[in-house]
């Protein structure tokens, strides 16, 4: 095998406070973030709403130093990639392609196009697949390789997730083991694994098989620590009105707290590097939770990042991939869309000239609606608590 190309992909985060509004932008005009009937209302729903959650948001990275460590923690993980790569004696390129955010995937996917590569690996830095995350830069890659002949004739295989992977598994053990040992009775201490949430339409209508995942991964990790400690997984970070996965990371602690938990340590299970989520949002908000609820001794294990077990992991994966048949985009895709993924999709179906009449005038009245809610603050997305 020549010389290969490995493209790594993650969601992305904004580097200075100026870029917040834009970021959140470019994340609310996702469809596979937010799904609306309508493919035309998404743009000024995602301006609106990254309008109003600009400025929490941007409170929010301003306690973790003004910016994502996204982009510098992942260019960190393809270095010591690469690196672990070549002592495998297989000569790599690295590429980042971020969903929302620099290096943009398009800016990646331009780059490798240009250098002379035999064949590219697609990791997605996440290890579980959510159709809100890998799912999404699946998407928007195969959309990119339509339009592009270039690399229509590129060979590539995706690994479309990973956690049941041995070596991420022993990463993940690793680190807790020396989170549980700073305790002064570590068989003793809670293990709260927090998984990020999505909604839990998702799972249960559109097929995602994220929670499936989640909850077989945290099974794993408990195995493969083989201690005796208690444990517990919930969901982070819900956004809006609608219900996500539970139980939610703040009631289980809370739960937890009045059960008279005292010692407990957060371990992270979707990220694979340290950012606004576990910097901001597990060590500030939830120990602050936690500690309200009688939790006084509080730890958080730390992401993986360029920890070696870990990069030793991703990058054992990437050579078993090039031995492995190829994974196609359409073949990732594809078996989604066989369980109703995408919303926008159930609307399409009933296309007939009646009923685009009628889906034109509910869509304006929505429109009117929005713009009046825009002007005045009062109406329906405030009284359900998407707006504030
Ligand atoms: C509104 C819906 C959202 C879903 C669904 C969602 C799923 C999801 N996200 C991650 C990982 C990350 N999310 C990050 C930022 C981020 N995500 C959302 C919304 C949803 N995420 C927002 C609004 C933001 C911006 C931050 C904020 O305002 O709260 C990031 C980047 C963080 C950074 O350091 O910049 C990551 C990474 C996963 C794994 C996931 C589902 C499995
Ligand atoms: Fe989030
Ligand atoms: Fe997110």
Redesign the pocket.
Known sequence: MGRIGVLLL?????DKLED?GP??YN??SDP???RLPFRWMQKPLAWFIATR?QK??QE??KQ?GG????RRITEEQGEAIKCQLGKLGQEANIYVGMR??HPYTEEAIAQLTQDNIDKLVILPL?P?F?I??SGSSFRLLEQLWKENPKLQGLEYTVIPSWYKASGYLQAMSELIIGELEKFPDPDHVHIFFS?????KS?VKEAGDP?QQEIEECTYLIMQTLNRPNPHTLAYQ?R??PVE?LQPYTEDALKELGGKGVKNLVVVPI??V?????T?Q?IDIEYREIAEEAGIHNFGRVPAPNTNPVFIQALSDLIIDALKQPDLKLSQVTQMKKRVRMYPQERWEWGITTSAEVWNGRIAMLGFIGLMIELVTGKGLLHVIGLLH
Request: without cysteine; glycine residues 10%; aromatic residues 20%.
């Open positions: 993650n969601l992305g985060g904004p917040v970021f959140l994340l609310f596979e973030i937010i959650r929490t948001s929010n990275y973790i910016g994502s460590p996204l929302y955010w996440y579980q959510s809100s995350t998984a990020h949430g999505v909604p998702y994220y970070s956004v809006g996500w979707s990220f590097s340290e950012h606004i989520e910097l949002e």
